[in-house]
């Protein structure tokens, strides 16, 4: 066995030999690949190709006049993922001490006055400072194979040619020319291949940034508040916000967008100080999830008094007198004091300072670079990307385990031949989590995405839900049972989605995510033991519903021989029913896709549940013409009428 071990591992270094790909050519080129950007996608990238024995140039920007330390990690480890959830903790332990009755209330101050929001800043620098430590530039700078080049200026001269303003150099191994070249303001290297990782930033609209800085309104995103230093100490007002007295009013703060980064500053900012007012202004609020997910965001978020604004935008701000006003889509004003953008992402600013265009590469500001298939430009062989400035991956898979997931393929498509390439470079199942208390996960197709593909009867779903059941019970003292699990699966069984909402969503959706990369079915997760009373029995619950769903299930419950007899009945079964045809299914899933409110109530069905109960229909038909109805709510039933009446013919 060690012999086969030796002769693969042999075949493996003589296939990303840098001399049988051309690369290392004496003095033609310093190095074999470059990767720009050390964030998740940038490491992995760059670790993965200094294992092969290329010689690696890891590159970052990093502005010494502005910062004197050196740190690794992009976004995730500086200014989102870890700082945001280590506030999300903090957050976590004020709302159970403001729950607590009075009469055993303890004091909202810690120890030595600082208040709970400064304790969660606190906290949050303290991890940054201790992930950064097992991230340090000097560690990775260890591993073979490895160099480590910081900038403040990096842009391409032309395809193989990068260059450098004041560079600063970690573990000179192979890059002698640098050498007495450290002061210089400019440095060249060449190399056969890079690897673009510069990742995305936030996204603001331009005619809101420029409003916002002529009138002098504070407008921060997710970097100025998260970051725990640099373009962090911008925000620092934002953590000592304090009343100075009961009758002073509170500071209006708008978060302008609804997506998971929105949900999560909202609820975070909410629970740590009750001197602001948090109103969220979107679209929607988790838009591009389930209606029963964007429900439970809903009801999480109000409860925990933030005020909500659906189905406008903001456009810009202004400022009447003394106060700021932003002005949204539908003409209307709403005051404030503070506006935090949280409207999404883009990679464009990162990637215009890389000069691209002397490289020929394609790109633009919101796709990012484009790529194939295999995160190769389609411009430049010799350029490839990963993570999120990489056009191919899915604006909803752009997260940080699936950044790093990409990076490793993307140095397996610079160094491989085409026919040895995995085909999920690009994995197909990336788990979707809102880090709300309650979290809100989801991976795979959402019921609307089962619909269009299947028709509403060519597939089935099961929810199971927290209420009333033993868990939630258990921690009715901490916490409002807003938790479920729905699954949905084929007419075969096999699992093609799952939304959870739960205090351990993020873990119960990799159960979820193992069975759809194994191709499992509803019955393979139902004979299995789940822990009692787990957050994931619900889970189990779910399954037990669905396998047992049918004649068929129970068939399968008995033994081999009844078990193929299910078998043949499900596939019968599911060929028997056929499709519907495609105009239909995309009316369907339209439906489903939109929710409907109505008398300042969610109602939690979407549009095409509604449209099932005839009864109902009939009563909003006639709430239309209602002159007594507001217009608001008159628009609503009017988009939801005009929906109903564009059923397409069954034929």
Known sequence: MRIIEGILTFLLFAITDTKAFGLGNGKKFDYDLVVIGAGASGMFAAGTASSFGCKT???????????????????????ACVPSKAIRCAAKIASITNSIPEDVQTSTETRGG???????????????????SRESP??????????????PQISFANEHELSFENPFLFNSTFSDFLEGEKGTDCVKIRAKKFIICTGAGPKVPPALSKSAKKTGLHLLTYRTIFRPDGEGMESDFLWNIKRKSSSEKKKRIVIAGGGATACEIAQSLARLNKDIEITMVAPSILGSEDIAARVAARNILQEDGINIITGKKVLKASRMGQVYVLELSDQSQIPLDILICATGREPGQSLEELQLDNAGVEWTKEEGIIVDSNLKSISRRNIFAAGDCASAIPKSDRRASHAGWTGYHAVQSALFPRLLLPSDIIHPFVPRVTFLDPEIASIGMTR???????????FKYAKANEKETDRADIDSI???????????????GRILGATVCSPASSEIINEIGVALVNKLTIRDIAKSIHAYPSYGYLM????LSLAMSDLWGVLDAFGPVLKIVGKVGRTIQGNLRGKKPLQLRKWQAKGEDNELQWERKVISVSYLDASKDRD?????????????????????????????????SRS
């Open 540 to 543: 189990h619950r779910a399954a």
């Open 478 to 492: 901490e916490r409002s049972a807003h938790g479920f699990v729905e699954i949905r699966v084929s007419l075969t």
């Open 616 to 648: 109902f229909c009939e009563v909003v038909r006639r709430h239309t013409s209602d002159d007594n109805i507001g217009t608001k709510e008159k628009e609503m039933l009017n988009r939801f009428i005009k929906w109903l009446d564009s059923k397409p």
């Open 114 to 132: 600082i208040s709970l929001a400064q304790m969660a800043r606190q906290h949050s620098k303290e991890v940054v400072t201790t992930v950064r």
């Open 138 to 151: 000097e560690r990775v700078a260890s591993s073979p194979n490895l160099d480590i080049i910081y900038s």
């Open 57 to 79: 140039l890891l590159v970052d920007k990093h502005d010494l006049e502005s910062d004197s330390d050196f740190y690794i990690g992009g976004d995730c480890t500086n200014a």
């Open 448 to 458: 609307s995405e089962c619909i269009r593909k299947y028709g509403t009867k060519g």
